[in-house]
C-alpha cells in the first residue's frame, strides 16, 4: 500500500501541503478551523479535490475568520450552496458554521481552539472521536483522525524515513511530548 510520503512529493496539490503542513503543529485557531472545514469537505472525495478547490473555500468562507463564518446566516448559506468554486453540500455547509460558532464558545471557555486541544492531549483516536462527536459536526472517526494528524495532535501524517517527520519532529507536535495517555 502506498503512503502518502511516496505519492506527495513533487505533485503540484500534495507535495506542497505534504511537505510544509501535513502533520506540523498548528497554533492558530482560524487555521485549526480551517483544517477541521476541510476536513469535513473531504468526506466521501478525494483529498486533491479539496486542496485544488482550498483557495476557492479560503474566500467563499472569509478566510476562515471564525466570527464571521460564525454569524453567518441563510443569506450566506445560499451563497455558499452557489458557489461553484467549493463543495456545495448542505450538511457539510451547515456543520462549517455549526462548528465556528463552536470553536468562538471553545474560545469562550479555554481562551483558543488550541488550548482546548491542548487540555484534552493526549487522547487515543476512538476517546478524541467521541469527544469530536459530542462537541462537533460532522466529525466521526476519519475525519477526526484526520484533523488531529494534520494539526500534530496524533502520529501517523508521514513514514518514519520521510524526510518532512524530522522537521516535525523539530517542530514538537504535541503527539511527541512525553506524556502517558
Not at 502506498?2 to 505519492?7: G, K, N, Q, T
Not at 483558543?112 to 469527544?131: E, F
Amino acid at each position: 500500500m502506498s503512503h502518502y510520503c511516496d505519492l506527495a512529493p513533487g505533485h503540484p496539490f500534495h507535495g506542497p501541503y505534504h511537505d510544509h503542513e501535513y502533520g506540523f503543529p498548528v497554533a492558530d485557531d482560524e487555521a485549526l478551523f480551517e483544517r477541521l472545514a476541510l476536513e469535513i469537505n473531504q468526506a466521501g472525495l478525494s483529498w486533491l479535490t479539496v486542496l485544488k478547490k482550498r483557495v476557492a473555500f479560503r474566500d467563499a468562507l472569509d478566510g476562515f475568520a471564525i466570527d464571521r463564518v460564525a454569524d453567518y446566516g441563510e443569506a450566506e448559506r445560499a451563497r455558499l450552496m452557489a458557489d461553484a468554486g467549493i463543495i456545495r453540500n448542505r450538511l457539510k455547509v451547515d456543520a462549517v458554521i455549526h462548528n465556528a460558532r463552536v470553536v468562538q464558545s471553545l474560545r469562550d471557555e479555554h481562551g483558543s481552539l488550541r488550548t482546548w486541544l491542548d487540555h484534552h492531549h493526549p487522547l487515543r483516536h476512538s476517546d478524541w472521536v467521541k469527544l469530536f462527536k459530542r462537541t462537533f459536526r460532522f466529525t466521526g472517526p476519519k475525519i477526526t483522525g484526520e484533523f488531529l494528524m494534520s494539526t500534530g495532535y496524533l502520529p501517523g501524517a508521514h513514514c518514519d524515513d520521510c524526510p518532512v517527520q524530522a522537521r516535525i519532529l523539530a517542530a514538537a507536535p504535541p503527539w511527541a511530548q512525553t506524556r502517558e495517555v
